[in-house]
């Protein structure tokens, strides 16, 4: 087909990635843009200049998410190319980053050899896919798709107090579009893995079946404090006993279900905080994660179990709020299929898995065909100021990108 000896620039794309990480750059490489911060605002006008400057109609709807169009030949639902720009605290410039910036990539090579696509092509970042700041994550992908509401997401408060509709206002990014109104024919990310399998088993390219189911608690235990040397310990109330308690059941859950079970207590905050008291208070997250609903049901079972036996043991009390809950999806198979295809057509090795991450992908695949395509991260680290992928395997994701996404915006 029109298109086959296409290549991206990849030097243009490292470039860009280089130029984008200077916004909300922190010691050792790294980058800190939690959304709708004012180093997002930076991050945001500095991809919607690249957006104009490639010619592309762009939009920004309610909750943020930007979209940048190109149009085809004939007028209708365009291939959507995504991801997003905002990081956690400790970020690395690949993560979203690169699935967005290899989305204009894939527009400006289209450019420079004079083609237009059957199919409108759009290039879309969506608003706090992190969660870092405000829960749940994939926030504005999930209101894009019409899994979440537009009024009660603007409504959450982040860890700072502020509200998703106040940090909007306050960079100038609550715009006018109605959410999802660019509906697409198809949806494509390119990723980092953000895990070691790609690089320990020596694959360049990673064509993504699905993504992991997520359960995402906030626990808050109350407790008694009390002097840490004259209260016996059969009388105590101890919050942070019992908060640790669930951290080790945690593991102790991955561990016992094995397969893709995974889980994560990531905070921990102790009240009064001191040597020589016994905590009255612990917030706490237990993040827990599979590929399969009803498994990932039974360790949410078990959890809950372990915190009846704990509030009747300890005597504490245990309130419970849900950040975030999204079942495992799967990916359009024919998607999967090409973006393999395409891979080994390239000369390229590709193994099928599934990502342990959640993504924006997930919120388009109940809608419409959608694939993500993976590329090895470094020593599988990500959320890092060390993350790293190596050039050539972006370059190599990039171009699968490319040729799916062509194939897909023809058919």
Same mark, same amino acid.
């Given at each position: 087909?029109?298109?086959?000896?296409?290549?991206?620039?990849?030097?243009?794309?490292?470039?860009?990635?280089?130029?984008?990480?200077?916004?909300?750059?922190?010691?050792g490489g790294g980058v800190c843009r939690l959304a709708?911060?004012?180093?997002?605002? &930076?991050?945001?006008? $500095?991809?919607?200049?690249?957006?104009?400057?490639?010619?592309?109609?762009?939009?920004?709807?309610?909750?943020?998410?930007?979209?940048?169009?190109?149009?085809?030949?004939?007028?209708?639902?365009?291939?959507?190319?995504?991801?997003?720009?905002?990081?956690?605290?400790? /970020?690395?410039?690949?993560?979203? *980053?690169?699935?967005?910036?290899?989305?204009?990539?894939?527009?400006?090579?289209?450019?420079?050899? /004079?083609?237009?696509?059957?199919?409108?092509?759009?290039?879309?970042?969506?608003?706090?896919?992190?969660? &870092?700041?405000?829960?749940?994550?994939?926030?504005?992908?999930?209101?894009?798709?019409?899994?979440?509401?537009?009024?009660?997401?603007?409504?959450?408060? /982040?860890?700072? /107090?502020?509200?998703?509709?106040?940090?909007?206002?306050?960079?100038?990014? $609550?715009?006018?579009?109605?959410?999802?109104?660019?509906?697409?024919? =198809?949806?494509?990310?390119?990723?980092?893995?953000?895990?070691?399998?790609?690089? %320990?088993?020596?694959?360049?390219?990673?064509?993504?079946?699905?993504?992991?189911?997520?359960?995402?608690?906030?626990?808050?235990?109350?407790?008694?404090?009390?002097?840490?040397?004259?209260?016996?310990? %059969?009388?105590?109330?101890?919050?942070?006993?019992?908060?640790?308690?669930?951290?080790?059941?945690? $593991?102790?859950?991955? *561990?016992?279900?094995?397969?893709?079970?995974?889980?994560?207590?990531?905070?921990?905050?102790?009240?009064? *905080?001191?040597?020589?008291?016994?905590?009255?208070?612990?917030?706490?997250?237990?993040?827990?994660?599979?590929?399969?609903?009803?498994?990932?049901?039974? =360790?949410?079972?078990?959890?809950?179990?372990?915190?009846?036996?704990?509030?009747?043991?300890?005597?504490?009390?245990?309130?419970?709020?849900?950040?975030?809950?999204?079942?495992?999806?799967?990916?359009?198979?024919?998607?999967?299929?090409?973006?393999?295809?395409?891979?080994?057509?390239?000369?390229?090795?590709?193994?099928?898995?599934?990502?342990?991450?959640?993504?924006?992908?997930?919120?388009? &695949?109940?809608?419409?065909?959608?694939?993500?395509?993976?590329?090895?991260?470094?020593?599988?680290?990500?959320?890092?100021?060390?993350?790293?992928?190596?050039?050539?395997?972006?370059?190599?994701?990039?171009?699968?990108?490319?040729?799916? =996404?062509?194939?897909?915006?023809?058919?």
């Amino acid at each position: 087909m029109a298109g086959d000896n296409l290549r991206v620039d990849l030097d243009r794309l490292m470039a860009r990635i280089a130029a984008l990480a200077e916004v909300g750059a922190i010691d050792g490489g790294g980058v800190c843009r939690l959304a709708l911060s004012a180093e997002d605002r &930076a991050g945001r006008d $500095r991809v919607v200049g690249w957006m104009r400057e490639l010619g592309l109609a762009v939009s920004v709807d309610a909750i943020g998410n930007v979209v940048g169009v190109r149009a085809g030949r004939e007028d209708g639902p365009p291939v959507m190319i995504g991801s997003h720009i905002d990081t956690v605290r400790t /970020g690395g410039r690949y993560d979203g *980053n690169l699935g967005v910036l290899a989305g204009l990539e894939v527009v400006q090579t289209l450019a420079d050899h /004079g083609i237009t696509t059957r199919r409108p092509i759009a290039v879309a970042f969506f608003t706090n896919e992190e969660g &870092a700041r405000f829960a749940p994550d994939m926030m504005g992908s999930m209101v894009h798709q019409g899994h979440l509401p537009l009024e009660e997401m603007l409504a959450v408060r /982040g860890i700072d /107090g502020t509200s998703v509709a106040e940090g909007l206002d306050a960079i100038g990014y $609550r715009g006018d579009t109605p959410c999802g109104d660019v509906r697409a024919h =198809a949806f494509l990310e390119l990723h980092v893995e953000q895990g070691p399998v790609l690089e %320990r088993e020596g694959v360049t390219i990673g064509a993504v079946e699905g993504v992991q189911g997520i359960s995402w608690t906030e626990l808050t235990i109350e407790g008694v404090s009390n002097h840490a040397g004259t209260t016996p310990m %059969r009388l105590r109330h101890d919050a942070g006993f019992a908060a640790a308690s669930i951290a080790v059941l945690a $593991r102790g859950i991955a *561990n016992e279900m094995g397969g893709d079970q995974v889980a994560t207590v990531g905070r921990i905050e102790l009240t009064p *905080n001191l040597v020589n008291v016994i905590p009255n208070r612990a917030v706490m997250t237990v993040d827990l994660r599979n590929t399969d609903e009803e498994k990932l049901k039974a =360790a949410e079972a078990r959890l809950l179990a372990h915190l009846d036996r704990l509030v009747e043991r300890e005597g504490v009390k245990i309130t419970r709020r849900s950040l975030a809950r999204f079942e495992p999806v799967a990916f359009d198979p024919g998607v999967v299929a090409m973006v393999e295809e395409t891979a080994r057509a390239l000369g390229h090795s590709v193994r099928r898995m599934p990502s342990g991450a959640g993504h924006d992908a997930q919120a388009f &695949a109940p809608n419409c065909p959608t694939g993500m395509v993976f590329v090895p991260s470094v020593g599988g680290i990500s959320h890092n100021v060390r993350e790293h992928t190596e050039a050539p395997d972006i370059g190599a994701g990039a171009n699968v990108l490319l040729r799916v =996404a062509l194939r897909l915006a023809e058919d």
